[in-house]
Nanobody, 126 residues
């Protein structure tokens, strides 16, 4: 099993920045693809960003492209999400996820991931 713990969420004004961290334990994530998703109240959980196991491939939802950056430090067993130019519509609980099966690139569906963190709240005020 893999345990994931997100941190770094909080309240920020529109235009501000936050950096989310996802620390993994129980197993090394160095050979696994990782993803970030978010869920706003009353909405489905949606894809935000993904990164391949080596970190060479990344992709983003259209709504965050150019503002968010996903990265990983396999030595620290940690994945990050740098969020800049935040907007009120970015308000959501953000979840980290890991795909422990065969991973050759990036993955966009919740069904592609096996383990999830408990989430961290991000609130952007206008």
């Amino acid at each position: 099993q893999v345990q994931l713990v997100e941190s770094g969420g909080g309240l920020v004004q529109a235009g501000g920045s936050l950096r989310l961290s996802c620390a993994a334990s129980g197993r090394t994530i160095s050979t696994y693809a990782m993803g970030w998703f978010r869920q706003a109240p009353g909405e489905e959980r949606e894809f935000v960003a993904a990164i391949s196991w080596r970190g060479g491939i990344t992709d983003y939802a259209a709504s965050v492209k150019g503002r968010f950056t996903i990265s990983r430090d396999n030595a620290k067993n940690t994945v990050y999400l740098q969020m800049n130019s935040l907007k009120p519509e970015d308000t959501a609980v953000y979840y980290c996820s890991v795909r422990t099966g065969y991973s050759s690139g990036v993955y966009y569906s919740r069904r592609d991931y096996d383990y999830w963190g408990q989430g961290t709240q991000v609130t952007v005020s206008s």
